[in-house]
């Protein structure tokens, strides 16, 4: 079973930055989109953010010009650069891979945004 692991959560005050991480299989990473996705209380799971083999990222709304997504090829792992942090961006945060139609997920990180 294809496992992606991401680490990298906690409890941070608003306006505070996290930094997550997902490390994959190398037979994964190497020709997947990656992706994040969240699913705060009470809400459907939606998606943060994807990043391209080539690099190519693209972000919801909500985030955009606070979250960056990121991937380190040589160590098989994606990040999610978090600034400026909202409470409604409390969250269990997904790590996704999509490869050929196929959906890989790991098995999430808390963020809790509060004072």
């Known amino acids: 079973q294809v496992q992606l692991v991401e680490s990298g959560g906690g409890l941070v005050e608003p306006g505070g930055s996290l930094r997550l991480s997902c490390a994959a299989p190398?037979?994964?990473?190497?020709?997947?989109?990656m992706g994040w996705f969240r699913q705060g209380p009470g809400k459907e799971r939606e998606l943060v953010g994807r990043?391209?083999?080539?690099?190519?990222?693209n972000y919801r709304n909500s985030v955009k010009g606070r979250f960056s997504i990121s991937r380190d090829d040589a160590e098989n792992t994606m990040y999610l650069q978090m600034n400026n942090l909202k409470p409604e961006d409390t969250a269990v945060y997904y790590c996704?891979?999509?490869?050929?139609?196929?959906?890989?997920w790991g098995r999430g990180t808390r963020v809790t945004v509060s004072s």
């Open positions: 996704n891979a999509l490869l050929y139609a196929t959906n890989y």
């Open positions: 190398k037979s994964i990473f190497s020709f997947a989109t």
């Open positions: 990043i391209s083999t080539g690099g190519t990222t």
